[in-house]
């Protein structure tokens, strides 16, 4: 590459775990020899996503190159976090090849493409394509996609109530960005779930954009990256519930970061996280853990009541700190029944 022609950036969005870590993941290990760098921008002060991300670092996407940035939201750090760390990808010996950009699930991805117009960085990069990821099985369950008669009898019900709620919002401006959709979960939503998935969406568009179904975050990089969208250029064509706002706010959500012993029962952990969601309405869960008698760590990442867990490295000379990050909407979160429901 020219060091004259711009590169190319990823900007990947999507819901509380919809799967973007996973696709990360994914296009680091098969790269092709292409060098890349990643920015994680994550919602709450405890990093999980940037952790899992280095450790698949390797020759092409050295760990050096994943940067996490977890100040706040990335189109509102603009000055302080995202423009400088831009400028220091850009000023590396080796630049890289294409950058990937992780949004937090409860980004809007519009005003961050606004940021790309910013001087210091404009004629050095470009928004090659912005990836929306969407849970197909919860889509298709109409979550974040209201049904208009429960609506409209909610609205004749309350006059207060006169938009859609927050999540809603946050998935249709994900979604009206994208030059393409990913549905994930596509092994749990079905054909039929996909179908429906793709209607709902479809329904959210004003342009026709391409879905894909996507399991495990697996697909070839060679659909996703080199789009030549230049989004920074096509913002007119990304329409946003918060379109003439000078800021947006993210006062809607909140998060609670929960110390635990080492687990001695991973079941009834699992159990504990899906019944915070039933109970508590906790939307998103994620967090590395220490189990009793194993020498490796447990990652915990929870969609609702979906809880997944694996055993990803040692903790090796790491201190064994146990810590589980819960994301709800600000009026759900509980602190303390969040802990209590976790038994601390």
């Known amino acids: 590459m020219s060091s004259l022609a711009k ?41 999980v996503d ?9 020759a092409n996407c050295p760990e050096e190159n994943i940067v996490e940035l977890a100040n706040g939201c990335i189109c509102c750090t603009v000055a302080d976090d995202f423009i400088p760390t ?6 590396r010996k080796t630049r890289p090849d294409h950058i990937l950009i992780e949004t937090s699930g409860l980004a809007l991805p519009k005003p961050l493409l606004k ?41 004749a019900a309350d006059a207060s109530i006169d938009h859609e709620t927050p999540l809603s919002e946050v998935f249709e401006d994900q979604i009206c960005c994208a030059d393409i959709v990913l549905l994930t979960k596509a092994d749990l939503a079905g054909r039929a779930g996909l179908e429906a ?19 495990d975050g697996a697909i070839d990089p ?40 080492e687990v001695h029962d991973i079941d009834a952990l699992v159990a504990s996280i899906a019944r915070l969601a039933r109970e508590q309405n906790v939307l998103r869960a994620k967090g590395y853990l220490a189990v009793k008698g194993k ?34 909407e600000q009026g759900d979160i509980d602190e303390n029944a969040i802990r209590a429901g976790l038994g601390v």
């Open 50 to 58: 940037g952790e899992i991300l280095k450790s698949c670092a390797d």
């Open 86 to 91: 831009m400028q220091t990808l850009l000023a």
């Open 115 to 155: 940021a790309f117009g910013w001087p210091e960085i404009r004629s050095r990069i470009t928004v090659d394509g912005v990836i929306a990821l969407a849970d197909a099985e919860a889509v298709a369950a109409g979550r974040f996609a209201p049904n208009p008669e429960a609506v409209a009898a909610q609205r």
């Open 295 to 328: 020498p490796m760590r447990l990652l915990v990442q929870s969609v609702g009541e979906r809880v997944r867990h694996q055993f990803d490295k040692p903790w090796g000379v790491a201190p064994r700190q146990s810590k589980l990050v819960v994301i709800g």
């Open 222 to 261: 060679q659909v996703i990256l080199g789009l030549n969208a230049a989004a920074e250029d096509d913002l007119t064509a990304r329409p946003s519930h918060h379109d003439g706002e000078e800021e947006h706010e993210h006062d809607d959500f909140a998060s609670v970061v929960v110390d635990l012993p």
């Open 197 to 215: 998935a793709k209607q709902l969406i479809a329904a959210e568009t004003l342009r026709p954009v391409p879905m894909l179904a996507v399991t």
């Open 7 to 47: 590169i190319p950036v990823t900007v990947i969005t999507g819901f509380l775990g919809s799967g973007k870590t996973t696709l990360i993941r994914h296009l680091m290990t098969n790269a092709n020899g292409r060098k890349l760098a990643v920015l994680v921008n994550e919602f709450g002060s405890e990093g």
